[in-house]
């Protein structure tokens, strides 16, 4: 009993809570270890690897080929970008020129994945807090972009569309009428989308001022992409190092103020728009023209050769099973995911196969910011944090 | 412009401490430099605190196995990226199985996950770290995966309790 003038005290205590593996809003299977003091979370102990594959010890043992499908794998909501990523690296070490045609179809690809992967983060982050609808919306707006993907490449999930010196299969009539067609509906959705949460006060509540962290916190901690531009930094691998000719397009990137999950959403909603505004420079710039660099080493023939021609096939069976041998060195290529900066970092030792390749995944990185984000924070704001840094565990675990 | 930017690092570096430089790597356009491992912590902290450098921001930080390639065994890499000029450099030392590295936890907080896993995949310690236990992996797991004589194949079984750790098996 409490002593008469003193007054009595509800008795916390430290509690620890398991969060995950198989939790919801990890967005696949991430545990979280969470000490508690009462409702406020003092401690953020992540465990990783749930999903860890090895794909670093893998791609060592196979041909610079047969590690592109590996990255489809990574991140498995923008495979393309992954695709993307691991090609550069390799055209470098190469030194292939990538013809034009090529480029842009990557970068419109790219940017479609990127309005794709952002689409699922909306719906999801969103589903977590507690808003059942827009995850409906969102995925009604993913699978046609699902559908282009299927037309373009032949698979919707992991196209392993963006091969090393240029992209398989030429983008057809149809597709591109399709993609126009969803260029037009998508901006009315996007308003639909801000429509149900930007000024909606439930929304507000649950995310302004949370999850705050500092341009000079988040640059230390190596944090990339949008959840680093939330806090009002600019930078973004397509403006400050171009490739694959992001230099000749007009687009902003959007900045945020307050680096709070509010700031984060707001962010990448505006991607939305810019990722619509590339794709339309995109097709205007679409000329005529070869999709394959003119390397006949590196670079299957295609398939309806192979299938006539025996001078092809062998030259197909000799690609596809011993490999073609890149020069020795190391380079580091880093391209800009809808997560932050992917960089791969690759050393060949003149044969076939890499000798090291090493992954330097935007989700794994920014994810260490979890703590520094929910630490002071409430238990309930801890869904909302882990959902706005935009995990995808296929990426963090490797 | 690229270049002579270059240089600057290289210049730079030289002036302030110098001989520390053992070799520099210029290949497509990447420039990777060479360095004592003792030094790597005073390198770093001034890579980012110089004012016309500011190599700020540690993309990547990672461990190659060259087993029966090079004198030393193991290169850990550090990618360093300056958000003021927008420029990158890579930064190596040589390390010999069973050394370990001075951390660069306290100049990037970034780079704890980052050596955490260097660590687990090769077995390259790192000095200093505030918390250095398997991340991806398993607790119990023995071995270093990424290292090249670890097999790619085979069944591992786990020994009943916490101290036994993995038996490796091969496959027949």
Known sequence: MAEAGVKPRIRTERM???????????????????????????????????????????????????????????????????????CLAVEKLLGL???????????????????QSHLVWFGTHVLDIGAMSPIMYAFREREQILDIFEMVAGARMNPTYIRIGGVNGDLTSEAIDKIWSFLEEFPRHIKE??????????WINRTKGVGVISAEEAINLGTTGPTLRSCGFKWDLRKTNPYSGYETYDFEIPLGKNGDVYDRYLVR?????????????????????????????VIPPPKEKVMTDIGALIHHFKIMSEGFKVPEGEVYVAIETPRGELGYYIVSDGSSRPYRVK???????????LETLAKGRLIADIVAIIGSIDIVLGEVDK | ????????????????????????IRAFGETGIVLEKEEIKKVCQYLKEDEE???????????????????????????????KTHKRLRLKVEVEEGESVPTVTDIWAGANWLERECWEMFGINFEGHPDMRRLLTIEEFGGFPLRKDFPLMGKAEIVEGREGGVKWQKRE
């Open chain 1, 193 to 202: 989308y801000e429509g149900l949460l930007t000024k909606n006060q439930i």
């Open chain 1, 97 to 115: 020129e990538v013809p034009e045609r090529a480029q842009v179809i990557r970068v419109i690809m790219a940017e479609l994945t990127r309005i």
């Open chain 1, 16 to 86: 620890t809570l398991h969060m995950g593996p198989q939790h919801p809003s990890t967005h696949g299977v991430l545990r979280v270890d969470l000490e508690l003091d009462g409702e406020v979370i003092v401690g953020v102990t992540p465990y990783l690897g749930h999903l860890h594959r090895g794909i670093e010890k893998i791609a060592e043992n196979r041909t610079f080929h047969q590690v592109l499908p590996l990255t489809d794998r990574l991140d498995y909501l923008s495979p393309m970008i992954n695709n993307l990523g691991y």
């Open chain 2, 1 to 24: 412009m690229n270049e002579e930017k270059e240089h600057l690092v290289v210049k730079k570096l030289e002036e302030a401490f110098p001989g520390v430089i053992k070799k520099v």
């Open chain 1, 359 to 369: 992954i330097r995944t935007p989700s794994f990185i920014n994810l260490e910011a």
């Open chain 2, 53 to 83: 450098l500011r190599f700020d921001h540690l993309s990547d930080l990672c461990g190659v196995d060259y087993l029966g390639k090079k004198e030393k065994r193991f290169e850990v890499v550090y990618q360093l990226y300056s958000t």
């Open chain 1, 269 to 297: 909603i505006e991607e939305l728009r810019q990722s619509v505004d590339l794709i339309k420079q995109g097709l205007n710039k679409l000329k005529p023209g070869p999709i394959y660099a003119d390397e006949a080493k």
